[in-house]
């Protein structure tokens, strides 16, 4: 099942992921948020794992390349610099416990998807907008 994700933040004038089509385990039409969060981080999980390690040669980058890597914020060769493998579980764990602590909000279209049990109409064109809450610092004098 293919799925249409952007990535935003507050404070940020562009997306950090613009439609963004991935392609995750089919979870239904009406799945709940939470299986759909399960789902997401799995494929990403999955991503990140068969992304190279990291070697001695490096691939060189085109201007095109670096002109759209610039357009999302960070430019880099995808490479794991790291050479532990990422947790599923810890990771799924991890995400559903960031949108219960209200790290972050989801949209499916214009709608705001406000509890993990709440179900996410899909179709070929909804959007699933992620979007990273900042949280304000400073004190009290």
Do not use: C
Request: glycine fraction near 6%.
């Amino acid at each position: 099942m293919d799925v249409i994700i952007n990535v935003k933040q507050l404070g940020r004038k562009h997306a950090i992921l613009a439609n963004k089509t991935i392609e995750i385990e089919d979870v239904g039409v009406n799945p709940s948020l939470e299986k759909l969060i399960l789902a997401i981080v799995e494929q990403q999980v999955t991503a990140y794992r068969q992304r190279p390690q990291d070697s001695q040669l490096l691939p060189v980058l085109s201007k095109e390349n670096i002109d759209n890597q610039a357009a999302t914020g960070k430019v880099g060769f995808g490479i794991n610099y790291n050479d532990r493998a990422p947790d599923l579980a810890k990771a799924q764990e991890n995400a559903l416990q960031a949108f219960k602590d209200g790290l972050f909000a989801v949209f499916a279209g214009e709608q705001e998807i406000k509890s993990l049990d709440e179900t996410v109409a899909l179709t070929p064109a909804t959007a699933l907008t992620f979007i990273r809450l900042t949280f304000l610092a400073g004190s009290f004098w």
